[in-house]
């Protein structure tokens, strides 16, 4: 190789000895920036190729990425934002882009660098079918972002009675506190005036919880 022994060999000259060791070194360095992020570069460009195609609506090059075998793709974040590529069509409230990646593998609880999930971006937006196809392939209905708040703390504030409605029948929990006010959604809407009908919301999903047992006699039998 070009760093043969005569390279690092040593003279009588210790000053030649150690240029020559440090040139070695330096040729080093140069072969490994120019081999290793070889790999790094081509997984950054299929990442980023992936996401421009669900951005761009482009069916067929998003296909051909995650039809690759072996493939995680479908799972893979924006550099800067943390989005994956179900980020990116939830915000932009396109329900079939949601099935499709839903189908393909897509994780429904990866969370951006905000700790925002697609349920809770779907939420934020209004955005209920998104949410029920969520939903239905397992999203975590009570996970939450770097406030701690729950996707149904955000409906409630939002004053959204049929997203609560969605959120609760999915099991979301009203006493959650979120870690910016301590605060749980049912706090937030006993404290709001006007989110009298989200209180009931609540209030109706409490009383579906608990066993029917008027009109029945549970003493000894005699």
Same mark, same amino acid.
């Given at each position: 190789?070009?760093?043969?022994?005569?390279?690092?060999?040593?003279?009588?000259?210790?000053?030649?000895?150690?240029?020559?060791?440090?040139?070695?070194?330096?040729?080093?360095?140069?072969?490994?920036?120019?081999?290793?992020?070889?790999?790094?570069?081509?997984?950054?460009?299929?990442?980023?190729?992936?996401?421009?195609?669900?951005?761009?609506?482009?069916?067929?090059?998003?296909?051909?990425?995650?039809?690759?075998?072996?493939?995680?793709?479908?799972?893979?974040?924006?550099?800067?934002? *943390?989005?994956?590529?179900?980020?990116?069509?939830?915000?932009?409230?396109?329900?079939?882009?949601?099935?499709?990646?839903?189908?393909?593998?897509?994780?429904?609880?990866?969370?951006?660098?905000?700790?925002?999930?697609?349920?809770?971006?779907?939420?934020?937006?209004?955005?209920?079918?998104?949410?029920?196809?969520?939903?239905?392939?397992?999203?975590?209905?009570?996970?939450?972002?770097?406030? *701690?708040?729950?996707?149904?703390?955000?409906?409630?504030?939002?004053?959204?009675?049929?997203?609560?409605?969605?959120?609760?029948?999915?099991?979301?929990?009203?006493?959650?506190?979120?870690?910016?006010?301590?605060?749980?959604?049912?706090?937030?809407?006993?404290?709001?005036?006007?989110?009298?009908?989200?209180?009931?919301?609540?209030?109706?999903?409490?009383?579906?919880?608990?066993?029917?047992?008027?009109?029945?006699?549970? *003493?000894?039998?005699?």
């Amino acid at each position: 190789m070009f760093w043969g022994n005569s390279e690092i060999s040593q003279s009588n000259d210790p000053n030649n000895g150690k240029s020559s060791i440090r040139r070695f070194f330096l040729r080093l360095i140069v072969v490994c920036s120019l081999v290793l992020p070889g790999v790094a570069t081509a997984q950054f460009s299929s990442s980023y190729n992936f996401l421009k195609a669900v951005k761009d609506r482009d069916g067929a090059e998003a296909t051909k990425f995650l039809n690759q075998p072996g493939t995680v793709i479908v799972n893979t974040r924006d550099i800067s934002t *943390g989005e994956t590529a179900l980020h990116i069509v939830v915000a932009r409230r396109d329900a079939t882009w949601t099935g499709f990646l839903l189908q393909k593998g897509a994780n429904p609880n990866l969370r951006d660098k905000q700790g925002t999930t697609p349920l809770m971006l779907a939420t934020q937006l209004r955005f209920m079918e998104g949410a029920r196809v969520l939903l239905a392939k397992k999203a975590n209905v009570n996970e939450t972002n770097n406030q *701690g708040e729950t996707a149904l703390i955000r409906a409630v504030q939002l004053r959204d009675s049929e997203m609560t409605r969605l959120l609760l029948k999915n099991g979301a929990d009203p006493d959650r506190p979120d870690t910016l006010a301590g605060l749980s959604a049912r706090d937030y809407a006993t404290r709001d005036r006007r989110a009298a009908s989200i209180l009931n919301e609540i209030e109706k999903a409490d009383a579906e919880k608990k066993p029917k047992t008027e009109g029945k006699f549970f *003493g000894p039998k005699g």
